[in-house]
């Protein structure tokens, strides 16, 4: 995928300031990704600055798409480089990624990229679990929008 950038201001705040080296960062990311139960082997997260670059063996093109959203909606971070390898037998299309703006929801989202604010559940469902509620997402969040269902 390459570099993909985030709002360096928005996300969770995981780290501690800036007294915390590059190192510390990057195992805070690491520990982050593994909580959320994400499915990746070897996992690396090396942070220079405002850049995390991530390696590893994804099990799926969604793991992969979450691991980077997990490190890129991190406060702190502007820029993910994506060195993740996907090592599934059978492809997934990519998702689309899709900067939140003030005033968007879920069903507006929904709208926009599908025609129907109803299909909300599927944009959730694709950004768990970083999302635990579908009425809480905040302008510069990143989210995953899966491709429309034939």
Known sequence: MGILDFVLGAGEKLFGGTKESDQERSAKLENRVRKLGLEVEALKIDVKGDTATV?????????????L?????????????????????????????????????????????????????????????????????????VLRIPPKAS
């Open 55 to 67: 390696k590893g063996k994804a099990a799926s093109q969604s793991a992969r798409e979450k691991i």
């Open 69 to 141: 959203l997990a490190v890129g909606n991190t406060n702190g971070i502007a820029k993910v480089d994506d060195r993740l390898e996907v090592v599934e037998k059978k492809k997934e299309p990519e998702a689309q990624f899709y900067t939140v703006v003030k005033g968007d929801t879920l069903s507006k989202i929904a709208k926009t990229h599908y025609g129907d604010a109803m299909k909300y559940p599927v944009i959730f469902e694709a950004n768990k679990p970083m999302l635990t509620d579908p009425d809480k997402i905040y302008p510069g969040q």
